[in-house]
């Protein structure tokens, strides 16, 4: 079973958002709806202080929100097709406002559209034509060598605040908080300014190798979590994106950008209006989409008529957008003209109102993201190893910047309210509930009940039940040493119980970390227990790992198909170069089977008369891990991937020898393991597994190379799901999967489906074996030896984001469908949080 907690960390600050409080006065402010005069809303109308800068969009619905720091009596509003119209504001903030558009000529100089747009004859499309050609000329592409400092500042807001919010019980003697309220210039929304992160960097780019760097200088938030983590997590929450790639992603999803040269089959344009800015003439577009449930974009952008370099860019997610917890998401991105032919991005800004629910009146979370840029130079080209990768270095000092720093460093000033924000967190830090409920949300996000004083982690709490055939219901008690995310050495173990076999298990490793630059680790443990060991494939000398196949609680047929197992392993390994890891280690296992119903027997001789029942076994292993492009947090003895998609290619050589500690075989192993994700725009995501293997040398059962099945109602990763335990057996073998997940993009297109914004996808599973004549002589287990020689495969079609946080899989075998006891269909579940 598949439990994702990817969305862990989001949901992680929708707990922790309970309670803290600040506001951003704003002296002008109205919500509203633009009409036509038959009383129908106008989508994607301009709504502009007059005397000013500050606009916005209209959303699909006619409703708009506008706000500014500064006192305005007067909105310019435009559509095309209508004479912009003056509307007077009676007093500084107005909700609920109605503005009725007169009918009007349309403008001389633009042809109207209304609903989907023509593709012919349509001068929006021709000024788009002229961006895709100079795309690649335009801003930082026209040079070899780029580099600027960058100011980064997120801030987190809870939002939709109402008095009987305020009055929770769960805020008792947090009531602080609630003094100060305000609304959002985006949505119109009330909300609380919780938790601020600022950080300075440098970034060098080079165009010529494809190579880019980024030296962070400051850092610091507002004293939740340790900053280097909180930095990552936001890294990975707001991904850096380039307005004219084809493709933008975000939260895991990729949206078409209105800019993409696939947007004319996506998104309807106009063009609305052409004005100066900045001394340069540019045109105005409206972009939105032709079609509902897709990954889209609404809004408009300005584009320079000789350049046809974007100006102002602003757009805004469809509320029909097939993505989870994220009710809305904003952007806007500013450029500054350098000279007559240079647009450079001056400032960037992103919001997004995360929420269980899409409806208006949800409540929810604001992420916001304010990006400047500013010391732009040129064609300074740096050594080749500049842009070498750090394979484990922190400097702790950029986490530890005076207040004096930042008053001089920050690109802009904060406001009170959000100096405010820091003064907040400290109070609230002394607050005994907000400790507890603060304790609470970090045991669920990371499945440990902390012991601070101890330096003492008690779980995981997610493993202290299970069930198997030959245990029964287990229980499971453990822990770990915990003195920080940069820990050096970290001891960790456990002990369970089965009820059944009335029998203690129990498993211990200890890691330390001896270079911090090279990340040297040495590592040992033991483990006593009882494994389904045909549960995978490509496997590595885990002291601690544990498969769901030998927990599960419920199984399709019988399955006591169980090892005893003793394992203890040495081991040291070095990552010279960022995400290359080389390994080399020792281990020495007993294998015996823990069920009455199963055996791993093997001759012992040559005459096939004498049998042993246990494999004792001392290997040898050295091993080589890849991970191109993975990101992690920490820099100890463990590290935490980032929840981005990554290459990993591992390579896992062993050699086993015969008399060593009374050691059974001698035999050589060789298993290769390949993961490759593709991201296909708006298609959706591929995954594609392949797995080799050969054992040379004669082996018994126990230390062959089983195909796993799935005996479980859940999906296993790298399983093949109509497969029994122990059904296919071999000594050599290649395995392929794949798996494309469309993101809802076939079935948006069904009416009657659209609306539950359901998930397709596809996968096929294949795999080739075979078993030598050696191996087969030696086997006295019972248990007949069966090799897919003719390639075993199944293929499947699943519905994800049932109810947003269930899959379905449909299986079918492929062939082999006259097996006694096969599935040739099974149908099989996950839960997990997606976006």
Known sequence: MKFFFSMKKIFTLFILFFAFANTISAQTKVSGIVLDNTNQPLPYANIVFKGSKTGVVSNEDGRFYIESPDNYTVLLVSFVGFPTKEVKLPKLVNYDFKIVMSEGNALKEIVVYAGKTSKKNNPALDILRKIWERRRKNGLKMFKQYQYEKYEKVEFDMNTIDSAFMKN?????????????DTSKVTGKT???IFINESISDFYGDN??????????????????????????????YNDFDIYENYLNFFDKSFTSPLSTTGIDVYNYVLADTAFIDNKWCYNIVFYPRRKNELTFKGDFWVNDSTFAIKKINMAITKSANINWVKDIYIEQEFEVLNDSVFLPTRDYMMSDFALKKKEESKGVYGKRSTLYRNFKFDEKKPDNFYKQEVNFIDNMVYKKTDEFWEENRFEKLNKDEVAIYKMIDTLKTVKKFKQMYNLVSILGSGYIEFSKLNFDYGPIFSSVGFNEVEGIR??????????PNDLWRLQGYTAYGFDDNKFKYGISGKWMVDK??????SAGNRRDVEQIGASLTNTNDVLGRSFASSAFFTTGVNGKLTNINLTTIAGEIEPVKNLIFQVGYSYRTLESASPTFSLDYYTDNSFTNTA????????????????KRKTIGYGVERRDVDNPYSRFFVNYTQGFKGFIQSDF??????????????IGALGRSNLIMELGKTFGKVPLGLLSIVPGNQTYFLIENTFSNLN??????????????????????LSRIPMMRKLNLRELVGVRAVYGTVSDENIALNASGLVYKAPVNPYWEYNVGIGNIFKVFRLDFTWRGNYRDVPDGNNFTVKGSFGFYF
């Open 208 to 237: 010529e190798t494809k190579k880019t760097k980024e030296v962070l200088k400051a850092n610091k938030n507002s004293g939740l979590g340790n900053g280097d983590g909180v930095n990552m997590f936001i890294k990975d929450l």
């Open 725 to 746: 335990f122990y059904e296919f057996v071999t000594d050599e073998y290649a395995t392929f999967q794949w798996e494309h997940n469309f993101n809802g993009r076939l």
């Open 666 to 679: 001698e035999y050589q192993k060789l298993q290769l393991y390949y993961k490759q994700p593709i991201i």
């Open 475 to 484: 229980l499971r008690a453990g822990g770990r040493t915990y003195f920080g």
């Open 169 to 181: 019980k769960i805020f008792k003697g947090m009531e602080f908080v609630f003094k100060n309220i």
């Open 613 to 628: 029942s246990e494999v004792k076994q001392a290997e040898l292993s050295l091993q080589v891990e890849y991970t191109p």
């Open 191 to 193: 909300y609380l300014p």
């Open 517 to 522: 630059k090279n990340r040297i680790i040495l």
